[in-house]
């Protein structure tokens, strides 16, 4: 195999010596000026979609401070912060959850520590129409609120004050007023979540290699309502609010 690869690599060598070639070569991508609304992320990681078609995404990074982004009908709209230039960008780094209540827009991201190979997660509070709404306590410039430094935010969820936490170990439950924490409970391998129209909180739960994959039903203070094992590796989870 080996050497018919080399074989075709130098006949197409050959070839290009001895003939003219005309190309152009252009950069299709993010950036591609005055044509974002074709523009797609690199990838996504979490959608929260809105009664008027409109979704936002989430995402580690993208092209062009488009970590989090608007979308409707195929098209871009537009990213996160549009009036503050992008909320991403440089350091800072998108997530892997958004969620909303309806009035706000919750979103992870990262920011790495100066000096030191620490990477810190946060929430960040937005308008439905991506302008900040920053809580009134927090760290970082964005007044945001944060548990934790080192272990990924997987997963959102929010029911009235309160804002869920998956971060790989555990559900942290954080008051929106004050940013305090109410309660945590424990939760090996966690990951997407989402809130029902009870107020109950649905929990992905990652196999591994000596554990199945199972979606968990847990009302707010930690408690196990149901559990569904009938998966084999969940890796998202959403509800119908019908």
Same mark, same amino acid.
């Given at each position: 195999? &080996? &050497? ?10 050959? =070839? ?12 299709? %991508? ?9 523009? +797609? ?27 989090? !982004? ?22 800072? &780094? @998108?997530?892997?959850?958004?969620? %909303?209540? @309806? ?23 937005? $308008? ?12 970082? =410039?964005?007044?945001? +609120? ?5 272990? +990924? ?45 009870? %107020?109950? +909180?649905?929990?992905?739960?990652? $196999?591994?290699? !000596?554990?199945?994959?199972? =979606? ?5 203070? %930690?408690?196990?309502? &149901? ?11 959403? =509800?119908? $609010?019908?």
């Amino acid at each position: 195999m &080996k &050497k018919q690869y080399l074989l075709l690599s130098l006949t197409l060598l050959s =070839i290009a010596s001895s003939a003219q070639v005309t190309k152009s070569t252009s950069w299709v %991508g993010n950036t591609l000026s005055g044509k974002m609304s074709r523009s +797609i992320p690199s990838c996504i990681n979490s959608l929260y979609a809105f009664p008027d078609g409109r979704v936002i995404s989430n995402s580690v990074w993208s092209e062009n401070a488009n970590s989090q !982004s608007f979308f409707k009908n195929g098209a871009y709209l537009h990213n996160i912060d549009p009036n503050g230039g992008g909320f991403t960008g440089g350091a800072t &780094k @998108g997530g892997y959850a958004v969620a %909303g209540d @309806g009035t706000y827009i919750y979103m992870t991201y990262e920011m790495p520590v100066a000096y030191s190979n620490k990477t810190y997660n946060y929430v960040a509070r937005f $308008k439905k129409n991506g302008d900040k709404a920053p809580f009134t306590y927090g760290d970082t =410039i964005y007044r945001s +609120i944060t548990y934790s430094s080192d272990t +990924i935010f997987w997963g959102l969820a929010v029911v009235g004050n309160k804002v869920f936490i998956s971060n790989s170990k555990r559900i942290v439950v954080l008051d929106t007023t004050t940013g305090n924490v109410l309660t945590t409970w424990q939760v090996p391998r966690c990951r997407d979540m989402h809130a029902d129209l009870s %107020g109950n +909180i649905w929990v992905v739960q990652k $196999k591994d290699a !000596s554990n199945p994959g199972t =979606i968990n039903c847990y009302n707010q203070n %930690g408690t196990v309502l &149901k559990t569904i094992t009938t998966v084999i590796d969940p890796s998202g989870i959403t =509800i119908d $609010k019908q």
